[in-house]
């Protein structure tokens, strides 16, 4: 099975960042975009940011749009979100995904998250 382990999770300050990191199988990085999403108690999984095959294309959630960095490092199979400017909204379990289209909502595979809290 394609493996995906995220890292990175912590507890953070409003306006601090963090950077996780996601280690995935070469299958994971043969997808059509690799990325992330998150998931909050009451809420739908919201796409925030992924890597489009071909030209190596970004695409962010609107909700993370200048905040959230993901980049990869295809010789380590890993993906990095860069997080910014924390908000307590932010609070979350953050899964690393591969898909069609991450942001979207079109995943094959994902981990098993790091959490991340956000205080106030």
């Known amino acids: 099975p394609v493996q995906m382990v995220e890292s990175g999770g912590g507890s953070v300050q409003a306006g601090g960042s963090l950077r996780l990191s996601c280690v995935a199988d070469g299958y994971a990085f043969r997808s059509k975009s690799i990325g992330w999403f998150r998931q909050a108690p009451g809420r739908e999984r919201e796409g925030l940011a992924g890597?489009?095959?071909?030209?190596?294309?970004?695409r962010y959630d609107d909700s993370v749009k200048g905040r959230f960095t993901v980049t990869q490092d295809n010789a380590k199979n890993t993906v990095y979100l860069q997080m910014n400017s924390l908000k307590p909204e932010d609070t979350a379990m953050y899964y690393c995904?591969?898909?069609?289209?991450?942001?979207?909502?079109?995943?094959?595979?994902w981990g098993q998250g790091t959490q991340v809290t956000v205080s106030s």
């Open positions: 890597i489009y095959a071909g030209g190596g294309s970004t």
């Open positions: 995904a591969a898909g069609l289209d991450v942001v979207a909502g079109s995943v094959n595979y």
